[in-house]
């Protein structure tokens, strides 16, 4: 069973910077694209970043320039720095991972539990 954990959440001020760490565990033959995904109240589920296995970012617009997404492939661990946070960032937190359990596996989706991060002064 592959498990998927944030964490790094919490409460900043507008203009302030959090990281978020995802950590994933279990067995597994590869762990492939990961992802941060974002759900504020009343909204849905939206990408904010995506990383592939060979480091390959994308960030969708309203963090370009504010949020970096990195991994540490060794560790098995996602990333998510975050700066120059905005109060329209307040959301839920979650990570994503591809995951293949064998060579021969189709790609399975993981999700974690979520953290939460919210901006307020």
């Known amino acids: 069973q592959v498990q998927l954990v944030e964490s790094g959440g919490g409460l900043v001020q507008p203009g302030g910077s959090l990281r978020l760490s995802c950590a994933a565990s279990?067995?597994?033959?590869?762990?492939?694209?990961m992802g941060w995904y974002r759900q504020a109240p009343g909204k849905q589920r939206e990408l904010v970043a995506r990383?592939?296995?060979?480091?390959?970012?994308h960030h969708v617009d309203s963090v370009k320039g504010r949020f970096a997404v990195s991994r540490d492939n060794a560790k098995n661990t996602l990333y998510l720095q975050m700066d120059s946070l905005k109060p329209e960032d307040t959301a839920v937190y979650y990570c994503?991972?591809?995951?293949?359990?064998?060579?021969?596996?189709?790609?399975?989706?993981?999700w974690g539990q979520g953290t939460q991060v919210t901006v307020s002064s």
């Open positions: 994503n991972a591809e995951v293949w359990l064998t060579p021969y596996d189709t790609t399975r989706i993981y």
């Open positions: 279990g067995s597994m033959f590869s762990l492939n694209a």
């Open positions: 990383i592939s296995a060979d480091g390959t970012a």
